[in-house]
């Protein structure tokens, strides 16, 4: 199986965990680019992802290392994974979000509106899918999650279509579910980007509860951290940063008590330091053209 994703701000990933003799999860492992270079230097890599595809190829390629273990999982369980392999604490957390090239290039996969296929986009190949999502939601779910998770200001024209044409016939392909979404938009609309990416991002996401998913991770992660170890989040959208910059910042704020309070009162204090925030170079941007929106953040904790 070929499987191939280009990693974007990949060096600076890699520098940003400081793993040199450090135990290190790679939560979106993906191909195993990160997780092959993490391992050169780290005492330990658990290498996860959700996506069969990835596990037997991360299989292929890393299981032989002594120093890497798979898993096949959610990032948003570190805490049974780590639990289950009697690993207390680890140094350092790589998550690379989003779906990855092998996903959208693999058609069968259905995250691609450039190509048809079946309406998919589970990164598991289980549970919920695409085509659940827009045949049985509501024109209001449907609406509301559009407008939330794809910030499409089209977003009511575009669900009461799709309730309006599933009535005839069940919309099974992502050329049905293009087709549907441009016939919804004025053509003016149709010359930011392609017509469908918002859509198709939003319905991924509900699929796949990413922002959850990402949320939960954090929060554990953070309890799973050993003193002075990091987390490197890329992101690739704005609601995806949102929740990775607040988390940080939060992390990074002390005292919460009202200015007028002569003293502290709270007793809260940094729990760590925002080290750098990364956008991909323009040589970069040259090469991966996808990297255009990924952005690099990253967390010591105290």
């Known amino acids: 199986m070929e499987f191939v994703h ?11 965990l400081n793993a040199e003799n450090k135990i290190i999860m790679d939560g979106t492992a993906g191909g195993g680019g990160h997780s092959s270079k993490i391992a050169e230097s780290a005492k330990r890599v658990i290498a996860v992802d959700r996506d069969p595809d990835a596990v037997s190829v991360l299989r292929e390629r890393l299981g032989g290392r002594n120093n890497v273990t798979i898993v096949h999982n959610t990032f948003s369980n570190i805490k049974s994974i780590l639990n289950e392999l009697n690993i207390e604490k680890i140094d350092g957390l790589l998550l690379d979000l989003g779906v990855s090239s092998f996903q959208l290039d ?11 296929a ?14 659940d999502v827009v045949n049985t939601y509501s024109e209001e779910e449907l609406s509301n999650i559009i407008f939330k998770y794809g910030e ?14 599933r009535a005839d016939k069940p919309i099974e392909t992502t050329f049905d579910l293009v087709n549907i979404i441009k016939a919804s938009m004025p053509q003016k609309a149709m010359r930011d980007g392609h017509p469908a990416r918002r859509t198709f991002q939003a319905i991924r996401i509900e699929v796949n509860d990413e922002l959850d998913e990402l949320k939960k991770a954090l929060e554990d992660a953070f309890d799973c951290l050993n003193s002075g170890g990091r987390i490197a989040v890329i992101t690739f959208h704005s609601l995806e940063d949102r929740i990775v910059k607040e988390k940080f910042n939060e992390w990074c704020k002390g005292c919460t008590c009202p200015k007028e309070f002569p003293v502290c009162v709270c007793g809260n204090k940094p729990k760590g330091r925002a080290l750098k925030s990364i956008s991909p170079s323009e040589k970069e941007l040259e090469i991966n053209p996808r990297a255009r929106s990924a952005r690099l953040r990253v967390f010591e904790k105290f």
Do not use: Q, Y
């Open 6 to 16: 280009k990693s974007v701000l990949f060096d600076e990933s890699v520098k940003a």
């Open 106 to 116: 693999t058609a069968d996969r259905g995250f691609s509106f450039h190509k048809n």
């Open 118 to 131: 079946p309406l998919d986009m589970r990164m598991s190949k289980s549970g919920l899918s695409a085509r």
């Open 152 to 165: 499409e200001k089209f977003s009511r024209r575009i669900a009461a279509n799709i309730v309006k044409s």
